[in-house]
């Protein structure tokens, strides 16, 4: 019999924080996150990292895991959030995966098997020389041309994920979304899916407010700390919402009005790109949020799905 497990997903500010936190309560439950961004040390404001305070004591894992200089790739994520669910499983307690970061949670659950499909030596480095001579845009343009389902999840400054796309389908003929798909095994968990599902105006107005509060809880500070630690603005990292922004205006680019309102555009988009992925998933159980939905109902109703699906109660 396979191991119950539960992921709580939705958009950026929906209130996954909070929510998993109450389930971890209940459920003698413990936290691994399957966001991209939190895994970096140093950057906590602006990717919304859960406080001490917020966690209330639940232990949350893949939570700071490296420098914001050092690259990581999926393949990674699956290795050591498998790592930390086997663990908290051999100690009877119940994972709890959650986050907006759709291609994290999917290969978790979906138990991917990842392509090791030969490179092309050769046509990575004409991909490189050509994104020295005429800029990342000129590569990304290629990979919008075969590929454009990858293109849009994949910024034209994360270079080496673009490259190897491109590779992907000229060593295979296929798609990286393609390749993905056929990669996918039989699941290593009975999963639990809940998604919270938030009426768009109301998720504006949430990611508004969730970037005033970043800002007045030190945002500012937070990226010229990051930026003093010398690390080259073009990494993964760097290109997090909220920094490569703030960013643009230190280096006199924009002025901090223009930057901020740029995060919160750039947040919204983020959204809208993280529900589309999420729609994709027919297994996720979703709570629609509209205004006037009380947090204790969307607590009532998550534990209802819970006890539905046999997770039992702490």
């Known amino acids: 019999m396979k191991s119950k497990i539960l992921a709580i997903v939705g958009p950026t500010a929906s209130g996954k924080t909070a929510f998993s936190i109450e389930m971890a309560k209940r459920y003698n439950g413990e936290i691994v996150s ?17 406080t001490k305070e917020e966690m209330a ?11 914001p200089g050092e690259n990581f790739s999926v393949v990674e994520y699956v290795a050591r959030a498998r790592g930390y669910i ?22 978790v659950i979906n138990n991917t ?15 490189y020389a050509l994104a020295e001579k005429e800029g990342n845009g000129a590569v990304h343009y290629l990979l919008e041309a075969v590929d454009p389902d ?7 400054n994360n270079l080496r994920r673009v490259i190897r796309a491109l590779e992907i389908y000229k060593t295979t003929g296929k798609t990286m979304t ?5 990669s996918v095994r039989e699941p290593l968990y009975d999963s639990l899916i809940i998604g919270l599902d938030v009426e ?36 993964t990292a760097m290109q997090a919402i909220g920094y490569k922004e703030l960013i643009s205006h230190f280096e006199g ?19 809208k790109r993280q529900m589309t992925w999420l729609r994709r998933n027919e297994k996720i159980n979703w709570i629609v949020l509209q205004n006037g939905y009380s947090y204790d109902k969307i607590v009532i109703q998550g534990c209802i799905l819970a006890d539905k699906f046999g997770i039992m109660k702490a």
């Open 150 to 156: 990858s293109a849009e999840k994949i910024h034209e």
């Open 253 to 271: 680019e924009c002025s901090l009005e223009e930057a901020v309102d740029k995060i919160k555009q750039e947040s919204r988009r983020y959204a």
């Open 200 to 235: 768009r105006q109301m998720l504006y107005e949430r990611i508004n407010q969730r970037v005033d509060i970043m800002l007045s809880e030190g945002l500012l500070d937070e990226v010229r700390m990051v930026m003093e630690m010398g690390i080259d603005k073009e990494t």
């Open 113 to 127: 098997k990842f392509s090791e499909s030969d490179g092309d030596e050769k046509y990575r480095n004409e991909l």
């Open 34 to 50: 399957c966001d991209s961004m939190q895994i970096y040390k140093f950057m906590n404001i602006g990717t919304a990292k859960p």
């Open 178 to 182: 393609e390749v993905n798909l056929e």
């Open 86 to 107: 086997d663990d908290i499983l051999s100690r009877g307690k119940l994972p709890i995966l959650v986050g907006g970061t759709g291609l994290y949670l999917d290969s």
């Open 57 to 67: 004591g639940i232990p949350h894992y893949m939570i700071d895991e490296i420098s």
